[in-house]
């Protein structure tokens, strides 16, 4: 049996309420048309973003306290915030292969934002089922967690080992099927994914970095879910928590696309959450560190790589002579 404060009515307004969030998201994209997001307005919509997440944290503490206290709205208000702001950094390591893949492929900046809503909108679906999978998995098989929390352990010794590494694009086996099992164009052709050619259907690059931007969605779904179960097991704080930090990806993207420089050290802080999440999920039965040190720790560990990345500067790889 699953625990969980989330009702049925909670569930249901909590997804209309994102539904008008992407509503209104969509909406402002087709009437903008194409232009590039300038960093200021990046800036301002980041800015609406966390206020409405922190908003809505407020909301659940208000709403918790009237119907079960102060304790447990204290401690699932906590928990919320610990999850959401564990998604928020582990989501800053996604944009900065948003960045990779959109320099890898040369997407002009002005259509750079149509991927970003579809690519948000495919992850939060991706998100709700994965979420749904690991409560019913924690419900029936409590060992799981050590899985989770190996794997954890496991990816954040990687990201640090390979901190420094750029992906190498040109290898990805899923880009070579796709070039190899489809007609697609050499050029853009505006925001468009498909195209007719003489009577044929050709995919645009754009269709291609959708699908690579829809792929590496999984891939962080599969680190960020198990570590937000370290923090709580309830299914809807682990989904709002996930959904909210999400929805101001794009934000955070043309926020930081410019400057993705400056924050060098931070996949490096990123790499220190994943492996301290993976510990305390590994303690969990021996000693279970409270859930207001856990927002400590990650919160000194991402102002720490934060300040760090803005207080050196990036070295400069050498050119080999010749």
Same mark, same amino acid.
Request: no cysteine; aromatic share 14%; proline share 4%.
């Given at each position: 049996?699953?625990?969980?404060?989330?009702?049925?009515?909670?569930?249901?307004?909590?997804?209309?309420?994102?539904?008008?969030? #992407?509503?209104?998201?969509?909406?402002?994209?087709?009437?903008?048309?194409?232009?590039?997001?300038?960093?200021?307005?990046?800036?301002?919509?980041?800015?609406?973003?966390?206020?409405?997440?922190?908003?809505?944290?407020?909301?659940? %503490?208000? %709403?918790?306290?009237?119907?079960?206290?102060?304790?447990?709205?204290?401690?699932?208000?906590?928990?919320?915030?610990?999850?959401? $702001?564990?998604?928020?950094? #582990?989501?800053?390591?996604?944009?900065?292969?948003?960045?990779?893949?959109?320099?890898?492929?040369?997407?002009?900046?002005?259509?750079?934002?149509?991927?970003?809503?579809?690519?948000?909108?495919?992850?939060?679906?991706? &998100?709700? !089922?994965?979420?749904?999978?690991?409560?019913? $998995?924690?419900?029936?098989?409590?060992?799981?967690?050590?899985?989770?929390?190996?794997? #954890?352990?496991?990816?954040?010794?990687?990201?640090?080992?390979?901190?420094?590494?750029?992906?190498?694009?040109?290898?990805?086996?899923? #880009?070579?099927?796709? &070039?190899?099992?489809?007609? !697609?164009?050499?050029?853009?052709?505006?925001?468009?994914?498909?195209?007719?050619?003489?009577?044929? &259907?050709?995919?645009?690059?754009?269709?291609?970095?959708?699908?690579?931007?829809?792929?590496?969605?999984?891939?962080?779904?599969?680190?960020?879910?198990?570590?937000?179960?370290?923090?709580?097991?309830?299914?809807?704080?682990?989904?709002?928590?996930?959904?909210?930090?999400?929805?101001?990806?794009?934000?955070?993207?043309?926020?930081?696309?410019?400057?993705?420089?400056?924050?060098?050290?931070?996949?490096?802080?990123?790499?220190?959450?994943?492996?301290?999440?993976?510990?305390?999920?590994?303690?969990?039965?021996? %000693?279970? !560190?409270?859930?207001?040190?856990?927002?400590?720790?990650?919160?000194?560990?991402?102002?720490?790589?934060?300040?760090?990345?803005?207080?050196?500067?990036?070295?400069?790889?050498?050119?080999?002579?010749?």
């Amino acid at each position: 049996m699953i625990e969980s404060v989330g009702t049925p009515t909670l569930y249901l307004s909590f997804t209309a309420f994102v539904v008008v969030m #992407l509503a209104i998201d969509f909406f402002g994209l087709r009437t903008s048309g194409d232009h590039k997001v300038s960093t200021k307005e990046a800036a301002i919509w980041s800015l609406i973003w966390i206020s409405v997440a922190l908003a809505f944290g407020a909301w659940f %503490y208000w %709403y918790l306290e009237g119907i079960a206290g102060p304790v447990v709205a204290k401690a699932k208000s906590l928990e919320y915030l610990t999850g959401y $702001l564990i998604e928020k950094s #582990l989501a800053v390591d996604n944009v900065f292969v948003w960045i990779t893949l959109f320099g890898f492929f040369g997407v002009p900046p002005q259509y750079q934002k149509r991927v970003l809503l579809y690519g948000v909108l495919g992850a939060i679906v991706l &998100r709700a !089922i994965l979420i749904y999978l690991g409560a019913l $998995l924690l419900a029936q098989f409590h060992w799981i967690l050590y899985i989770f929390g190996l794997f #954890l352990l496991y990816t954040g010794i990687q990201m640090l080992i390979s901190a420094d590494s750029e992906p190498d694009l040109a290898d990805n086996k899923v #880009l070579k099927w796709l &070039r190899g099992h489809m007609r !697609i164009t050499d050029e853009y052709h505006g925001e468009k994914f498909f195209i007719m050619r003489d009577g044929l &259907r050709f995919a645009t690059p754009m269709f291609v970095v959708l699908i690579m931007v829809e792929i590496t969605d999984v891939i962080f779904a599969v680190d960020s879910i198990p570590a937000i179960f370290a923090v709580t097991s309830d299914p809807f704080i682990v989904f709002t928590s996930n959904v909210f930090a999400i929805l101001g990806l794009r934000a955070m993207y043309f926020l930081l696309a410019d400057m993705a420089d400056r924050f060098h050290l931070l996949k490096y802080g990123l790499a220190g959450i994943l492996i301290f999440i993976g510990i305390k999920m590994l303690l969990l039965d021996l %000693y279970k !560190i409270p859930t207001g040190i856990a927002l400590g720790v990650v919160g000194v560990i991402l102002e720490g790589s934060v300040v760090a990345s803005l207080l050196t500067s990036k070295p400069v790889p050498k050119t080999p002579p010749g």
